[in-house]
């Protein structure tokens, strides 16, 4: 598994974690287990808003169990669904089996199809009504514990139908980006111009303020460090003989 493409959250009803939960990258699964009595609860979401047209497919392995447990689904976004999968909460939820179990959950229009194979190669389906036709959504993968046991997940696999661009949509929008790329460059070049036309025109007083400077201070040359000028008068110390040179910075 890889760790980047999830998140663990809690419920969204709070309930702290689970005693242990992480992405075991070494063995390539979500461990989940509880080592106390208490209510606790840990989910991995896959980062990724699920449609009509994606399938998403997992194993989990239940490794073993104390009183009321869980592999609990959480289903938010444009509609709120909370998916028991199996496990035993006062009762038998789903089915109630030691072993690995194969999950198959598909996003349909206006259905959520659940397909589960249990331990004992039993397939139970279900189908749960989705308001939104094309609606949008996250999908918490979970363990719900009240007693020691423990919850293992691997073999995720995402399938999606959602259609790519086709080449011409492709090409239209490169052309799209390349026409506001020169509408830039187009509005830089107009910058660029008019600063230039602002430096011109600051440096043309800035020359005629240091010739200036030059007739009145009886002086024979200045510098402006900040533009780089070095103005030089002539012997009469008339503004006509003053010259302005650029200075290499």
């Known amino acids: 598994m890889n760790a ?9 009803e709070g309930q702290p974690f689970t005693d242990e939960y992480r992405v075991d990258v070494n063995l390539s699964k979500f461990h989940t287990r509880q080592n106390t009595g208490g209510d606790n609860r840990v989910y991995l979401v896959p980062k990724y808003n699920f449609t009509t047209g994606d399938i998403l497919e997992y194993d989990f ?16 976004g444009d509609q709120y ?12 939820q789903g ?3 030691l072993g690995t179990s194969h999950i198959k959950i598909e996003f349909q229009e206006n259905n959520f199809h659940l397909e589960r194979i249990t331990p004992s190669n039993i397939t139970l389906i279900d189908n749960l009504a989705l308001t939104n036709a094309n609606g949008e959504y996250e999908l918490y993968i979970g363990s719900v514990f009240t007693n020691k046991a423990r919850i293992d997940f691997d073999n995720f696999m995402l399938c999606t139908e959602q259609e790519e661009p ?4 492709r090409i239209i929008e490169l052309e799209n980006e390349i026409e506001r790329l020169n509408e830039k460059v187009t509005l830089l070049e107009k910058l660029i111009n008019y600063l230039k036309r602002s430096i011109h025109y600051y440096s043309s007083i800035r020359k005629n303020f240091l010739c200036y400077s030059l007739k009145e201070s009886g002086e024979r040359n200045i510098t402006d460090f900040d533009l780089g000028l070095k103005c030089n008068i002539g012997e009469n110390f008339t503004l006509k003989s003053c010259f302005c040179t ?3 910075r």
Do not use: A
């Not at 980047?4 to 969204?12: A, L, T």
């Open 4 to 12: 980047s493409k999830w998140e663990i959250r809690q419920d969204v």
């Open 61 to 76: 392995r239940v490794v073993y169990k104390e009183g009321n447990y869980m592999q609990m689904n959480l289903l938010t």
């Open 81 to 92: 669904i909370r998916v028991g999968i199996m496990g035993y909460n006062n009762g038998v």
């Open 95 to 97: 089915y109630d089996e």
């Open 166 to 169: 086709s080449c011409q949509d």
């Open 246 to 248: 650029t200075r290499l």
